[in-house]
């Protein structure tokens, strides 16, 4: 329960209605006026999405806390500012930024364009100074009235001071026959809330009379010291030096304590009101306490607080860098972890162990999905200098994973390249390598670039033909030839990968090569087994704590059983690898209750999020989708766009059984336009399935075509000519009925959107109105603006318009 904002009756009022009447308002006041706490009070009974900013210096570091705290992400390609617009449109939450330095971050002008590009967005910032801009409205919060000495000894000052001696322990004071010291100690604090807390404590401690007769902040926290013992006074210094809230764990570290001796010093702190207890346990401090603790530490409270973190990291992260789940304990203090890590890098001395720690904690945040704090401190690992060479090579290698999640998924080639700088100087130059190429070949998969996927995991093997990356580098090969139908080699590889399950080693391996024997059992219609075998993976998943394998095996599990009760995740936290593949299967399930609208608009997101992503098989999943979603809706012309489209991407990619999905789609969409080839493109999807003993499924079963006779120039063997794709495409083309317009080469997807902007409509209008996201209006209006040469909406209206007004 929070404590009453006492005397604050009319401040709470006019923040109320400065919220009512502006979607941005900047509290101001000085340190130690209760802001934040007239904030929560607020967000007591509002939804809030709450920010500590107090310790972020950058715009960036803003933007990703906000972000985070929304439990939003950005897409490959965007802008914080863009994602952080679409986080906040059209939610009804408050966003909160608690000590935000408007000054040192320079936040104003980004917040203005916000609200500027949103409806409904509604921002509160806690400050010392405000932002002058235009959408801002500001409530000053003042000290606490302090009684006159000829006023009344009474007030919420007063309230105040006496609550916080009671609670400190202190003697009942005697208004009448104590009144000048009390009137003496609450001049002193300027009628600051937090002055007053501590002048209470003090005066609890040692009494009325000898309580400080001048007081500041800083001569409040100084006092405060003092009169603490010299383990306390030493707890307040090091805790100060943290920017971060700690569990007790790290608490007995920093300090050199047993666990329930820490406990006991950090409980004093509490009471003291110099100590912060959050909803998790965790310990930390109001940015102002924090300031002087900070200065008065000494030389041996920094050394001790490092070594301390660096000690319990060291106890904390697995023995071996391969080992680590997702439910490891030490990620509920993973500040502490970065700090520790950093920390350690940044020093040469301790850079080897620093690089080590970071090294073992990699798979705990690999498999909980932590992409973007894997990628942070690996990055920040790396600017911090070389480490030694054999983990300088895993180091980088790990960094570039986490960036192709994060950024996209050739954006960590770079990082690929540095390690194989790095192994060079390893003592076993040929192990690092074949690590980093087996890593390129999962990046070469993500993309659906089959050919050099399949082509780096050979490479990984050969250099390295009994290291430890043959067990992977192998099930990527499984993955490789169960896309291209390859399922005898597909099988064998699978079955490579799984040897030595009772190892700790690297239990994902077994999983995901179980999961890709499931995916040929589905292809080849025995989908019993299918089922067993995707169930056997996710239940064993969550006993091991590997939420990414689990959570892909499970996805694919929602297609094939209906009764099975999915884990709950928030997709926004999610990596794209993994993401990607979940919303599409949302869009499937919605497509199954009859809400084709949201179907389709989902796939759409889908498309656009794997497209910026350059995740390739995804991008062709959800078009197969999208396709499907369309034809049900009518639209005969976006569906036949999005089967080309996607029929081009196969071909590309050398996925012969998606390609006949896309032509059973197709076959579809020609006997609705009652078109001859219907039984022919029908015929030429079984002739891609026939070689490969592979079956209808999905969607695939939904168009009952017979199949006739495939024209001898689309086939080169069991594949697809190269010539198919515009014989194909031919099929579908109409006549001009219309004289040329820039606007033909558009898409129907693009059309609409160009329709709407025409019309006025803001992004996220045409998003409701299209069923998709924003996100993906934003990308059609790029697509949009790069085929005709333009760059404004005002311009694209306009060019609209100039066609319709030609119609007529």
């Given at each position: 329960m929070l404590s009453p904002c006492l005397g604050r009756d009319d401040v709470q009022r006019a923040l109320n209605e400065?919220?009512?009447?502006?979607?941005?308002?900047?509290?101001?006041?000085?340190?130690?006026?209760?802001?934040?706490?007239?904030?929560?009070?607020?967000?007591?009974?509002?939804?809030?999405?709450?920010?500590?900013?107090?310790?972020?210096?950058?715009?960036?570091?803003?933007?990703?806390?906000?972000?985070?705290?929304?439990?939003?992400?950005?897409?490959?390609?965007?802008?914080?500012?863009?994602?952080?617009?679409r986080a906040v449109d059209g939610r009804d939450t408050l966003l909160v930024l608690d000590g935000l330095d408007l000054d040192a971050t320079d936040a104003g002008p980004v917040l203005q364009s916000v609200l500027e590009s949103t409806s409904d967005a509604r921002v509160v910032v806690t400050a010392r100074t405000t932002a002058g801009q235009p959408y801002e409205s500001v409530v000053r919060v003042g000290p606490l009235p302090v009684p006159t000495p000829r006023s009344p000894l009474e007030g919420p000052a007063v309230e105040l001071f006496l609550k916080r001696i009671r609670s400190a322990g202190g003697q009942q004071v005697d208004l009448a026959a104590q009144a000048h010291e009390v009137r003496r100690l609450l001049s002193a604090t300027g009628g600051l809330p937090l002055l007053i807390e501590q002048v209470a404590v003090q005066s609890a401690l040692v009494g009325l009379s000898n309580a400080m007769s001048t007081v500041s902040l800083d001569q409040a926290v100084d006092s405060a010291h003092d009169l603490l013992d010299d383990a306390s006074a030493t707890a307040l210094r090091r805790i100060g030096l943290l920017d971060f809230p700690v569990g007790l764990g790290v608490l007995a570290e920093v300090l050199e304590l047993p666990v329930p001796d820490a406990a006991e010093l950090a409980g004093g702190l509490v009471r003291r009101s110099l100590l912060e207890v959050d909803h998790r346990g965790h310990f930390d401090m109001l940015s102002p306490i924090r300031g002087r603790a900070r200065a008065l530490a000494r030389p041996g409270d920094t050394r001790a607080v490092d070594a301390g973190l660096l000690r319990w990291a060291g106890?904390?992260?697995?023995?071996?860098?391969?080992?680590?789940?997702?439910?490891?304990?030490?990620?509920?203090?993973?500040?502490?972890?970065?700090?520790?890590v950093l920390a350690a890098c940044a020093d040469p001395a301790t850079r080897a162990e620093g690089y080590s720690l970071a090294n073992r904690i990699y798979s705990s945040l690999y498999t909980s999905m932590r992409a973007r704090e894997a990628l942070e401190i690996l990055e920040g690992a790396i600017a911090s200098g070389d480490g030694p060479?054999?983990?300088?090579?895993?180091?980088?290698?790990?960094?570039?994973?986490?960036?192709?999640?994060?950024?996209?998924?050739?954006?960590?080639?770079?990082?690929?390249?540095?390690?194989?700088?790095?192994?060079?100087?390893?003592?076993?130059?040929?192990?690092?390598?074949?690590?980093?190429?087996?890593?390129?070949?999962?990046?070469?998969?993500?993309?659906?670039?089959?050919?050099?996927?399949?082509?780096?995991?050979?490479?990984?093997?050969?250099?390295?033909?009994?290291?430890?990356?043959?067990?992977?580098?192998?099930?990527?090969?499984?993955?490789?030839?169960?896309?291209?139908?390859?399922?005898?080699?597909?099988?064998?590889?699978?079955?490579?990968?799984?040897?030595?399950?009772?190892?700790?080693?690297?239990?994902?391996?077994?999983?995901?090569?179980?999961?890709?024997?499931?995916?040929?059992?589905?292809?080849?219609?025995?989908?019993?087994?299918?089922?067993?075998?995707?169930?056997?993976?996710?239940?064993?998943?969550?006993?091991?704590?590997?939420d990414r394998?689990?959570?892909?095996?499970?996805?694919?599990?929602?297609?094939?059983?209906?009764?099975?009760?999915?884990?709950?995740?928030?997709?926004?936290?999610?990596?794209?690898?993994?993401?990607?593949?979940?919303l599409a299967q949302d869009g499937r399930d919605l497509l199954a209750r009859g809400e084709t609208r949201q179907a389709a608009g989902l796939a759409a997101d889908v498309v656009a999020l794997a497209d910026s992503a350059r995740l390739g098989r995804d991008g062709v999943e959800a078009r197969l989708l999208l396709g499907r979603a369309l034809v049900d809706l009518g639209d005969l012309d976006q569906a036949t766009t999005t089967y080309l489209t996607a029929l081009e991407q196969c071909r590309t990619m050398r996925l012969p059984l998606r390609a006949a999905d896309v032509l059973d789609g197709l076959a579809g969409v020609a006997r609705a336009r009652e078109l001859p080839e219907a039984r022919?493109?029908?015929?030429?999807?079984?002739?891609?399935?026939?070689?490969?003993?592979?079956?209808?499924?999905?969607?695939?079963?939904?168009?009952?075509?017979?199949?006739?006779?495939?024209?001898?120039?689309?086939?080169?063997?069991?594949?697809?000519?190269?010539?198919?794709?515009?014989?194909?495409?031919?099929?579908?083309?109409?006549?001009?009925?219309?004289?040329?317009?820039?606007?033909?080469?558009?898409?129907?997807?693009?059309?609409?959107?160009?329709?709407?902007?025409?019309?006025?409509?803001?992004?996220?209008?045409?998003?409701?109105?299209?069923?998709?996201?924003?996100?993906?209006v934003d990308a059609h209006l790029t697509h949009i603006y790069r085929k005709l040469d333009i760059n404004t909406r005002a311009r694209l209206a306009a060019l609209v318009m100039e066609q319709s007004q030609r119609a007529l």
């Amino acid at each position: 329960m929070l404590s009453p904002c006492l005397g604050r009756d009319d401040v709470q009022r006019a923040l109320n209605e400065a919220i009512d009447e502006s979607r941005w308002v900047t509290v101001v006041g000085p340190p130690g006026s209760g802001k934040t706490l007239l904030v929560r009070h607020v967000a007591e009974v509002a939804p809030a999405s709450w920010v500590d900013a107090r310790n972020l210096r950058t715009l960036d570091d803003v933007l990703v806390a906000a972000l985070a705290s929304l439990e939003s992400e950005t897409a490959p390609g965007d802008s914080l500012t863009g994602a952080l617009g679409r986080a906040v449109d059209g939610r009804d939450t408050l966003l909160v930024l608690d000590g935000l330095d408007l000054d040192a971050t320079d936040a104003g002008p980004v917040l203005q364009s916000v609200l500027e590009s949103t409806s409904d967005a509604r921002v509160v910032v806690t400050a010392r100074t405000t932002a002058g801009q235009p959408y801002e409205s500001v409530v000053r919060v003042g000290p606490l009235p302090v009684p006159t000495p000829r006023s009344p000894l009474e007030g919420p000052a007063v309230e105040l001071f006496l609550k916080r001696i009671r609670s400190a322990g202190g003697q009942q004071v005697d208004l009448a026959a104590q009144a000048h010291e009390v009137r003496r100690l609450l001049s002193a604090t300027g009628g600051l809330p937090l002055l007053i807390e501590q002048v209470a404590v003090q005066s609890a401690l040692v009494g009325l009379s000898n309580a400080m007769s001048t007081v500041s902040l800083d001569q409040a926290v100084d006092s405060a010291h003092d009169l603490l013992d010299d383990a306390s006074a030493t707890a307040l210094r090091r805790i100060g030096l943290l920017d971060f809230p700690v569990g007790l764990g790290v608490l007995a570290e920093v300090l050199e304590l047993p666990v329930p001796d820490a406990a006991e010093l950090a409980g004093g702190l509490v009471r003291r009101s110099l100590l912060e207890v959050d909803h998790r346990g965790h310990f930390d401090m109001l940015s102002p306490i924090r300031g002087r603790a900070r200065a008065l530490a000494r030389p041996g409270d920094t050394r001790a607080v490092d070594a301390g973190l660096l000690r319990w990291a060291g106890a904390n992260v697995p023995e071996h860098d391969n080992f680590g789940a997702a439910d490891a304990a030490w990620l509920r203090d993973l500040p502490a972890m970065r700090h520790a890590v950093l920390a350690a890098c940044a020093d040469p001395a301790t850079r080897a162990e620093g690089y080590s720690l970071a090294n073992r904690i990699y798979s705990s945040l690999y498999t909980s999905m932590r992409a973007r704090e894997a990628l942070e401190i690996l990055e920040g690992a790396i600017a911090s200098g070389d480490g030694p060479p054999a983990i300088g090579a895993q180091i980088a290698r790990r960094a570039g994973i986490a960036a192709s999640e994060m950024r996209g998924t050739y954006e960590g080639l770079w990082l690929l390249d540095r390690s194989d700088e790095h192994a060079s100087s390893a003592p076993r130059p040929e192990e690092q390598l074949a690590k980093t190429a087996s890593i390129r070949a999962e990046m070469h998969l993500d993309a659906g670039d089959l050919v050099s996927a399949e082509s780096e995991a050979k490479r990984a093997i050969a250099l390295d033909p009994e290291g430890s990356m043959r067990r992977q580098a192998t099930r990527t090969l499984a993955d490789v030839y169960a896309s291209q139908g390859r399922f005898a080699e597909a099988t064998r590889a699978a079955g490579e990968a799984m040897p030595a399950r009772a190892s700790r080693d690297e239990r994902w391996i077994d999983l995901s090569a179980r999961t890709v024997l499931a995916r040929i059992a589905l292809e080849q219609g025995r989908i019993a087994e299918a089922v067993a075998g995707t169930r056997a993976v996710v239940v064993e998943a969550r006993e091991l704590a590997e939420d990414r394998v689990g959570l892909l095996a499970e996805t694919m599990l929602r297609g094939l059983d209906p009764t099975w009760e999915p884990t709950e995740v928030n997709r926004d936290t999610l990596p794209w690898a993994v993401r990607l593949p979940v919303l599409a299967q949302d869009g499937r399930d919605l497509l199954a209750r009859g809400e084709t609208r949201q179907a389709a608009g989902l796939a759409a997101d889908v498309v656009a999020l794997a497209d910026s992503a350059r995740l390739g098989r995804d991008g062709v999943e959800a078009r197969l989708l999208l396709g499907r979603a369309l034809v049900d809706l009518g639209d005969l012309d976006q569906a036949t766009t999005t089967y080309l489209t996607a029929l081009e991407q196969c071909r590309t990619m050398r996925l012969p059984l998606r390609a006949a999905d896309v032509l059973d789609g197709l076959a579809g969409v020609a006997r609705a336009r009652e078109l001859p080839e219907a039984r022919a493109l029908a015929a030429a999807a079984v002739a891609l399935r026939a070689p490969r003993m592979a079956v209808r499924w999905g969607y695939s079963a939904d168009y009952d075509i017979s199949p006739g006779t495939a024209p001898e120039e689309w086939l080169d063997g069991d594949d697809l000519s190269a010539d198919a794709l515009p014989l194909i495409t031919a099929v579908f083309n109409r006549p001009a009925t219309a004289p040329p317009s820039a606007l033909d080469a558009l898409t129907a997807a693009e059309r609409q959107v160009a329709d709407r902007v025409a019309h006025g409509l803001t992004s996220r209008k045409i998003a409701e109105e299209l069923f998709v996201s924003p996100r993906t209006v934003d990308a059609h209006l790029t697509h949009i603006y790069r085929k005709l040469d333009i760059n404004t909406r005002a311009r694209l209206a306009a060019l609209v318009m100039e066609q319709s007004q030609r119609a007529l």
